[in-house]
């Protein structure tokens, strides 16, 4: 290894006791949309740092330190496509700016963020918490479901009817889960990072403050402090004379205090909230919550005092437990860069803003418009859900019976054991709708909606999508909607102020158009008809009624809102 400059580093400061203002927390993303369920990169934990370093040896030699594709797929012994599709996702959960593949359409990472991002594919999500009165399994599925013996522990049916959402991990349980997984597997880390240099014990393996900052792939701190100005190692260096690099164990010992005191800090958050239960501060509490039940509303008053709390850290908010409602958020409603739409329920959710990340997971018989998200969209759990997206990338997971209305730039990830999906092309506009792709980097030009990547059914992360011993199989991929059954969705105007975007800025297939045109030349034959009967007043009155009626059922009957009609009536 190469010689690094001397000169004594500091002792780190103790960590001082976390606050709401600034506490070290696992970085969300990263273990949320960052996970693959591709067996080949999966390695036994008992050899997964061994593995990762000779990985990194060979992956090294070529330099300078970026992987392609290519070099991965070899490394790993994997297709290219999924080689693609590991760096691919790894752009879309690293902190920065998703630049793309390269000039020549090939994706590029640093090693050290590919180390990471192998390392991590050994998380284990945690599962519900046990409770003795719990239902079984019987008691909230039907018999012929096609999802006998897989997904029973999440599918919204059972968190509907037995409430057993109570028992699910907490946002916080989850987080502490995290950071328990990182304070147990930190050392192995940094080792894999670490440069070696002359010298003896500790001081063999050294990180200089550049690596250091790639650990902001699995860390952050709560107001967004980058983690070497608040490592005291590396805080206040000079740009122009780099910190000397500094042995591993100091930065081990650092990011250790750190953790411990964000844990104590969440484990007495946690009686606090238990204390004053459902407390309106509380960032766990769902924006939706205090939400009254007015057919269409938007909660700016409740995502306010979200974002004023001074507590809240995590750049998420949230949309759950809503039934029978419409609700519709804008970017005044969402605090910070994520939205989460959970276990809903026949309803329609517009999200009509430019968003990072979005998780629609546990909904059931829900319309979801998801505007402009510019990394990840993820579906998972849902079933007869229809799902209106533009974004860079969906990932699909454990789903019936739902259809996907698609503007995405990547193709669609389908993996887990879903039913009888269905994709079709992006449907619909508001506005606002071109500014928001253009904010987040979605290009309207490009729509891979009928290129589904299908992996396999089993998830090494998650122990709940499959009984123990289950063989893997490639997982159900999803259909094209027959074009006679597609349609425009409306967004209702006074839900958006006034904008440049007046129609769907991603191209419809010419199937597509040809049913839509074709739908137009009937509609105009219906109103000419009409506009020809000779009825005197009562039987216009029947005939109005009758024609409302009649549309009324065909809505229920489909969940569609076409736009044709309405704006003809």
Known sequence: GRRAPRRPAPTPAPAPAATASLVLRPRRESFEHGLLPIPKLVFPEGTLTQTLAQLRAK??????GRVGAAALAEALQIPADQAALALGTLAAVLPGDDDGPAADGAWEADLRDVL???YIQSYKRLVPRAHKDSPSVADVWPSTSAFDGYLSALSPIQLVRSNSRRFMPSQADEEAHQLSYLQKHMANVLTLLADS???EGDESMVLTMETFEHLG???QFS?????SQAAPFFANSDPDMPAAPVPATQVHDWILQNIASSLEYTAEKAITKENNQRSVSDPDVAMADAVTNTRIQSSSSTGA???NNPGYYRNTSFVEGISKTSVVKHGSDIKGHSIKVLNCHDSVIYILAPLKYATVYGCSDTTVVLGAIGKVVKVEHCERVQIVAASKRICIANCRECIFYLGVNHQPLIVGDNHKLQVAPFNTYYPQLGEHLAQVGVDPNVNKWDQPFVLGVVD?????SHPAGVSDVQAESATCLDPDLFTDFLIPSWFEAEGPTKYNPFTLPEVYWASQRKKNASLEDIQKNIRELELDDNRKK????ALHAQFKDWLYAFDLTPSLFLESM
């Open 59 to 64: 992956l090294a030699a070529p330099g300078p």
């Open 116 to 118: 990471l991002f192998l």
């Open 197 to 199: 240099v002359d010298g």
């Open 217 to 219: 792939f699995l860390l």
């Open 223 to 227: 107001e967004g402090t980058p983690l």
């Open 305 to 307: 005092s979200v974002q």
């Open 460 to 464: 090494p992360h998650d122990s709940l």
């Open 542 to 545: 029947e005939l109005a009624c």
